[in-house]
């Protein structure tokens, strides 16, 4: 991953505790007091982190910075946006017993933008652009997820059926190994997995790469076992709450991602996929009820004066 500024921050709360000691205690003590750390010398930053100058500089490029110049930009840029959004309401995540309807509700929406919002910022969208190219003249696209992962999968296999893609999604994992050792070159496989470190998803990919598929994974952490595996990885924030784990948190994330390549795939194949659209709705349409208000205004309209 290219040291961008979107998510930065996201990112240091996410991967911080798997990064070797003494660049944790970096990470720490800038998510402990961003705008801070947003104009510390690289001096002062190693001191406040326990650590040395060379630390914060291997730090900065294990994050794919230049240097920590660099890094301190970024995380100037991300608390200066932060402190623009004004947040109404502080998101530590936690909702109490007694906490209203709506103060849980502003938590919710505030904690899933944020995260949205994130994902978005340090998405790499060269990478969508190449999945989509791919899925929009695969022979073959195999999307594997479990738990809430699976949710986002089962939503994009429906997205793109409806729109032509040959594309299967399975829940079961001996099925989806199987499936993937049926793919072949310009095949798509895409796993997701907020951890990167379900096994089943990632013995999908690895089976689905070992026969040439171009291979996607989509998580919130981009050194996991997982994205070792990928050919392109795609990368989610997410914000946790009280009753909302990570896992659970990520699904707006993975939407977002798996949305915006749908709909890439859907410019590229156009005139089929409106063709499409246009069938499916039509299909269905004697299963809606009608619309009593339209007729009643249609009929006052046509109302002879």
Do not use: C
Request: charged share 25%.
């Amino acid at each position: 991953m290219t040291g961008e500024s979107g998510g930065l921050l996201v990112r240091l709360r996410m991967e911080g505790p798997t990064m070797p000691e003494a660049l944790a205690k970096i990470a720490e003590a800038i998510l402990d007091d961003p705008e801070t750390a947003a104009h510390a010398s690289i001096v002062d930053l190693a001191e406040r982190s326990g650590t040395s100058t060379a630390t914060v500089t291997r730090f900065s490029r294990a994050l794919g910075f230049k240097g920590y110049a660099n890094l301190r930009v970024a995380v100037a840029t991300e608390t200066g946006r932060a402190e623009q959004a004004r947040w109404e309401i502080d998101i530590s995540g936690d909702i109490a017993p007694e906490d209203s309807i709506g103060s849980v509700l502003d938590l919710i929406t505030a904690a899933d933008t944020r995260a949205i919002q994130a994902t978005a910022s340090g998405l790499d969208t060269a990478a969508v652009e190449r999945v989509a190219a791919a899925i929009a003249s695969a022979g073959r696209v195999e999307i594997f997820g479990l738990g809430s992962s699976g949710t986002a999968g089962s939503e994009m296999a429906f997205r793109l059926e409806r729109i032509r893609i040959p594309v299967r999604y399975r829940a079961e994992t001996h099925a989806a190994l199987t499936n993937a050792a049926l793919l072949a070159p310009g095949d798509v496989a895409i796993s997701l997995s907020h951890s990167g470190r379900t096994r089943e998803a990632i013995e999908m990919l690895a089976e689905a790469a070992d026969h040439g598929a171009l291979t996607v994974a989509v998580t919130s952490f981009a050194r996991s076992p997982l994205a070792e595996v990928a050919d392109v990885v795609l990368t989610t924030s997410v914000h946790e709450t009280t009753f909302r784990l990570a896992a659970l948190s990520a699904l707006h994330s993975q939407l977002l991602i798996l949305d915006l390549i749908y709909v890439a795939v859907a410019q590229r194949t156009y005139e089929r996929t409106a063709e499409a659209l246009e069938l499916t709705v039509r299909a269905v349409d004697a299963h809606r009820m009608p619309d009593t208000n339209a007729n009643r205004k249609r009929a006052r309209r046509e109302k002879p004066l």
